[in-house]
């Protein structure tokens, strides 16, 4: 009897479980259901919400990219906007240096007047960010420096810069006239 009890008790425990099975997967698939009919219903607004947002993020970081780039150009445009006017500047200066060695010692009052000029005017050129370069015993670099003649020297490694013959000068760290120099060989 015992056996029989037990039999009776598992056949309604198993009754209960697909009962409540039955509910549980009942329900569920009218849950589904009503999802999948709401998606359907906002599956149009919500695709042209996506979109949009998509637009929107897009357009945001094309403005960003704008405005980087064009606050980019603005400063070099700063930087650079006098850099022919400083470039046709450069060979008055260099005949402010051939002027003092041409004078040498002969008259102090002129050379000190020529020395005062280019000691003006270099510095306005330095306030405009244009600086001599210093080519002498440098490697050669064709970015840097223009060579017009090369020598062969005693002592002296291949391709560095034996003699300037021309001084070449930078504009914000940029090459604004390359030095004109004589290369060892």
Do not use: C, W
């Amino acid at each position: 009897m015992a056996e029989d009890a037990n039999e009776v008790q598992s056949e309604a425990l198993e009754q209960d479980v697909q009962d409540v099975e039955g509910v549980q997967v009942e329900g569920a698939e009218e849950q589904v259901e009503e999802t999948a009919s709401a998606e359907v219903e906002l599956d149009p607004k919500d695709e042209q919400i996506a979109e949009l947002q998509q637009q929107l993020l897009r357009t945001r970081a094309d403005f960003d990219n704008f405005r980087r780039r064009t606050r980019a150009e603005k400063e070099e445009l700063s930087q650079f906007a006098t850099k022919k006017l400083l470039s046709d500047l450069l060979p008055v200066i260099d005949n402010f240096d051939r002027a003092m060695e041409a004078v040498g010692d002969a008259d102090e009052q002129i050379r000190t007047g020529i020395e005062m000029v280019h000691r003006q005017f270099s510095a306005v050129l330095s306030q405009y960010g244009v600086v001599p370069m210093n080519a002498q015993g440098e490697t050669f670099d064709p970015n840097r420096h223009d060579a017009v003649m090369q020598e062969a020297a005693d002592g002296v490694e291949p391709n560095v810069v034996l003699q300037e013959l021309q001084r070449g000068y930078l504009l914000h760290d940029k090459v604004l006239r390359p030095a004109m120099v004589k290369v060892s060989v």
